[in-house]
């Protein structure tokens, strides 16, 4: 059984708050640059780049970033890694990086992403935007920008559907398979 925590609206005025936010925080858009985790906060940050040129009227840089070497979990064999390119073709220093993933859980995916982040250069800052926050943090890494706060159940599950991944944008809440 599932229900729906946001619709293509919900998303797309979650896109236009955290955008006006990042440039509040950073003073317009002269010196950052947003970084999508793959998968779907690659579609995340490019709405948010898009929506941020668009009101500041400045090219903004833009990465993908891809965390799978990274990961934590891979000595337990449960998983079989799938390499994709990580696309950095910036300098990283003395720019505010924007971390852009669609859900917020353990803390563990953004460790990871900041592992591999720092491996291409000393940023100024590195702040996080996420569609969604569902608690439930083993690390203690919070998000600077976030969509929508869901407190969860450990026993539900978020799914986030994107229109560049999926043919549509939603978030649902799920209970999680067996």
């Not at 990465?63 to 070497?69: A, P, S, Y």
């Not at 890694?81 to 995916?109: M, Q, W, Y």
């Not at 560049?164 to 999680?176: A, L, S």
């Amino acid at each position: 059984m599932s229900s729906t925590l946001l619709n293509a609206k919900d998303i797309s005025r979650a896109i236009n708050r955290i955008s006006h936010e990042i440039l509040e925080r950073n003073n317009g858009a002269g010196n950052i640059a947003l970084v999508g985790i793959r998968t779907r906060g690659v579609a995340l940050s490019r709405r948010l780049k898009e929506k941020i040129e668009g009101i500041e009227e400045v090219t903004v840089d833009h990465g993908i970033l891809d965390i799978t070497l990274y990961r934590d979990d891979l000595a337990e064999g449960i998983q079989k890694p799938e390499l994709k390119k990580t696309e950095i073709s910036f300098a990283l220093e003395n720019k505010h990086i924007i971390l852009c993933d669609d859900v917020l859980f353990t803390g563990r995916t953004i460790r990871a992403a900041i592992d591999a982040l720092m491996d291409f250069g000393r940023p100024s800052s590195v702040q996080l935007a996420v569609l969604i926050d569902r608690g439930h943090r083993e690390l203690p890494i919070r998000p600077d920008y976030v969509g929508k706060n869901v407190p969860t159940a450990k026993s539900k599950r978020i799914q986030v559907l994107l229109d560049e991944e999926d043919g549509e944008d939603k978030v649902m809440i799920q209970e999680q398979s067996k």
